[in-house]
């Protein structure tokens, strides 16, 4: 599994934000179209039926979220030595924005990264996201060619200047 920009890509699915386990809320791009996942969220958007694909509420890293996350981090160890408990709270959520031909439907989806995303990325992502819409052999190519790099990948996320150049590659 690696995160590349807002995507995570795991064995060759690729997710907008964070996998999602169990009944949380998520969000799939399969080749079918725009998979809805979650307790009462389930739903695909056929990408014939998709005119736009968007994404608001991206947390962007900066010192004061990585400052955040570390005091978080402190006092969750703190308090799991203190307690039994585990008493985290779930990570902030994005909304993907899906327009077709039946309206606008947003899905949530967990953020991935810790202290947020960099400007670079998210500007990158969202041009992707946006080229997902561009018809159905664009669509098809940049989706095959994420999830090959997904199943060939071994290890965690690459690095940002490595998740940066993927993600001009996907754009084109």
Known sequence: ??????FWIAEGDVYVGAKPA???PGV????EGVMALGDGRSGLHLWEDVSALTVADVPEKSLKRQLGAVADLALGMTEL????GYGQEAPPLMTVRVQSSD???ELAAYVAAAVG???TEVDLSRALLARLT???ATMATTLAAMSEWGRAREGGSPRAAEREALLREWVG
Do not use: I, P
């Not at 799939?28 to 080749?31: A, D, G, K, V």
């Not at 030595?81 to 039994?84: A, C, D, G, I, S």
């Open 117 to 119: 995303y960099s400007r």
């Open 134 to 136: 561009d018809g159905a």
């Open 1 to 6: 599994m690696a995160m590349v920009g807002l």
């Open 81 to 84: 030595v203190l307690t039994t």
């Open 22 to 24: 169990g009944l949380a």
């Open 103 to 105: 309206g606008e439907h």
């Open 28 to 31: 799939r791009l399969t080749s």
